[in-house]
């Protein structure tokens, strides 16, 4: 009970922007959560093949990785809050609209603008909550604000099953529009968490005239474009090297526990929603462990301890095991989420924040999509036992070497709160 009273108290110290920000966030995550569950569902029952699902998924993630950057800067230029906005508001009337659409060609170019779209609010979150908190705060702002992400989603995906079949069955609706509805229920809540948005306050920014007379000359070279440069290559290094590691399993785990153990749809459904609970909680451990630690330490250590259980998972033939594996690798290595956020927040200057998210969630998006075909050609070839386990144990390789570049680069810096 003190643990949560100590949880309460630090959420309601966080200034007015962050609760606006973190109550918008969450009504978008709810919304795109439904989106995520049903809109596969959608397209299956207008009676189209599953490739266009495979090109929607597609042309989301390059959409996303083409923008980020450009909104990065964008970001660092005119500003988080109307950045946020204008996102939220095109990204709103593209949810709609793939509500509507029938036919392939709109579906797709739907979806390309959701991901365009999406980038400016993905990317410019980050930074906003960065510019409204104190240093020593942002590991545990960082992690509340991951832990409600986790759990919008979570609320999200179950919401949109339950209204469609609510619809179907109460109301006796095709199936086909029950799932449209839920799809507009959905894109609904996504645009109320505008109502929110707009109640952010834009942070103003200091004249470079009176930062100048304030700063001292080293604080002014921390500014400079060369070095902030060089320290956003060390973090997306890092997380390319994640991201690939990442791309060779996450997206296939459901394949993993069909093909392997020819688990049922609901086993499935039902492990991975305890993974996303799990990743809730243990990012809330995360600040307490950080505090006694140093952020870094806390970080590596989150990643390292990961790595016996995502062997185990490539190793077992027992399916219980293989969840346990499941559900604390995916615990673990999502808990250091946050405390990477803060710790790039902290050591790249307030005018390149918005640059430095962006690269980083671009890099991790590069890696998801380069690794894909690496990692059903090893399925096909090696089969279902000693593929899947050639790819995780490469991905426990490339966490390794991740983790190590990691603490080399930031382990001897001090950090605010350390």
Same mark, same amino acid.
């Given at each position: 009970?003190?643990?949560?009273?100590?949880?309460?108290?630090?959420?309601?110290?966080?200034?007015?922007?962050?609760?606006?920000?973190?109550?918008?966030?969450?009504?978008?995550? #709810?919304?795109?959560?439904?989106?995520?569950?049903?809109?596969?569902?959608?397209?299956?029952?207008?009676?189209?093949?599953?490739?266009?699902?495979?090109?929607?998924?597609?042309?989301?993630?390059?959409?996303?990785? #083409?923008?980020?950057?450009?909104?990065?800067?964008?970001?660092?230029?005119?500003? =988080?809050?109307?950045?946020?906005?204008?996102?939220?508001?095109?990204?709103?009337?593209?949810?709609?609209?793939?509500?509507?659409?029938? +036919?392939?060609?709109?579906?797709?170019?739907?979806?390309?603008?959701?991901?365009?779209?999406?980038?400016?609010?993905?990317?410019?979150?980050?930074?906003?909550?960065?510019?409204?908190?104190?240093?020593?705060?942002?590991?545990?702002?960082?992690?509340?604000?991951?832990?409600?992400?986790?759990?919008?989603?979570?609320?999200? @995906?179950?919401?949109?099953?339950?209204?469609?079949?609510?619809?179907?069955?109460?109301?006796?609706?095709?199936?086909?529009?029950?799932?449209?509805?839920?799809?507009?229920?959905?894109?609904?809540?996504?645009?109320?968490?505008?109502?929110?948005?707009? %109640?952010?306050?834009?942070?103003?920014?200091?004249?470079?005239? %009176?930062?100048?007379?304030?700063?001292?000359?080293?604080?002014?070279?921390?500014?400079?474009?060369?070095?902030?440069?060089?320290?956003?290559?060390?973090?997306?290094?890092?997380?390319?090297?994640?991201?690939?590691?990442?791309?060779?399993?996450?997206?296939?785990?459901?394949?993993?526990?069909?093909? =392997?153990?020819?688990?049922?749809?609901?086993?499935?459904?039902?492990?991975?929603?305890?993974?996303?609970?799990?990743?809730?909680?243990?990012?809330?451990?995360?600040?307490?462990?950080?505090?006694?630690?140093?952020?870094?330490?806390?970080?590596?250590?989150?990643?390292?301890? @990961?790595?016996?259980?995502?062997?185990?998972?490539?190793?077992?033939?027992?399916?219980?095991?293989?969840?346990?594996?499941?559900?604390?690798? %995916?615990?673990?290595?999502?808990?250091?989420?946050?405390?990477? @956020?803060?710790?790039?927040?902290?050591?790249?200057?307030?005018?390149?924040?918005?640059?430095?998210?962006? +690269?980083?969630?671009?890099?991790?998006?590069?890696?998801?999509? +380069?690794?894909?075909?690496?990692?059903?050609?090893?399925?096909? @070839?090696?089969?279902?036992?000693?593929?899947?386990?050639?790819?995780?144990?490469?991905?426990?390789?490339?966490?390794?070497?991740?983790?190590?570049?990691?603490?080399?680069?930031?382990?001897?810096?001090?950090?605010?709160?350390?």
């Amino acid at each position: 009970m003190r643990w949560m009273s100590d949880w309460k108290r630090n959420f309601l110290s966080f200034n007015r922007n962050v609760r606006f920000f973190m109550l918008g966030n969450i009504l978008l995550q #709810i919304g795109m959560g439904v989106f995520m569950v049903m809109y596969n569902l959608y397209i299956r029952e207008l009676g189209m093949p599953e490739t266009v699902n495979g090109k929607v998924i597609s042309m989301t993630a390059t959409a996303s990785a #083409i923008m980020l950057i450009p909104a990065g800067f964008l970001s660092d230029k005119i500003g =988080r809050k109307w950045l946020i906005v204008g996102g939220a508001v095109l990204t709103a009337s593209t949810l709609f609209f793939r509500g509507a659409a029938v +036919t392939e060609a709109p579906i797709i170019t739907a979806a390309f603008l959701t991901g365009l779209f999406m980038a400016f609010v993905q990317v410019s979150g980050i930074p906003f909550l960065a510019e409204n908190s104190s240093p020593s705060e942002r590991v545990h702002l960082f992690s509340v604000n991951f832990a409600f992400i986790t759990i919008a989603n979570v609320l999200g @995906s179950l919401f949109g099953g339950i209204i469609a079949d609510a619809l179907e069955s109460i109301l006796k609706m095709s199936t086909v529009d029950s799932i449209r509805y839920s799809l507009y229920i959905g894109a609904a809540i996504f645009t109320a968490g505008l109502i929110p948005f707009f %109640q952010l306050k834009e942070k103003r920014k200091e004249h470079a005239e %009176q930062k100048s007379e304030r700063v001292s000359k080293q604080q002014q070279a921390d500014d400079s474009l060369k070095r902030n440069l060089i320290v956003i290559f060390h973090f997306s290094f890092a997380g390319l090297l994640i991201g690939f590691g990442s791309g060779l399993v996450v997206p296939y785990l459901n394949l993993y526990f069909a093909n =392997r153990f020819g688990a049922s749809n609901s086993y499935i459904g039902l492990v991975l929603s305890l993974g996303s609970a799990m990743t809730a909680v243990a990012a809330m451990i995360g600040p307490a462990l950080s505090r006694r630690m140093g952020k870094v330490k806390a970080l590596i250590l989150f990643q390292m301890l @990961s790595i016996p259980f995502l062997i185990l998972t490539a190793y077992t033939t027992s399916l219980w095991l293989a969840s346990l594996g499941f559900l604390m690798r %995916q615990a673990l290595m999502n808990a250091g989420n946050p405390i990477q @956020s803060a710790v790039a927040m902290e050591v790249v200057s307030d005018k390149y924040k918005g640059l430095a998210n962006s +690269t980083n969630q671009m890099v991790f998006n590069l890696g998801w999509a +380069t690794m894909g075909p690496i990692a059903t050609g090893l399925v096909v @070839s090696q089969g279902t036992y000693w593929g899947y386990a050639y790819a995780f144990t490469i991905t426990a390789v490339l966490y390794v070497i991740s983790s190590i570049y990691y603490y080399f680069i930031f382990g001897r810096r001090k950090l605010v709160d350390e």
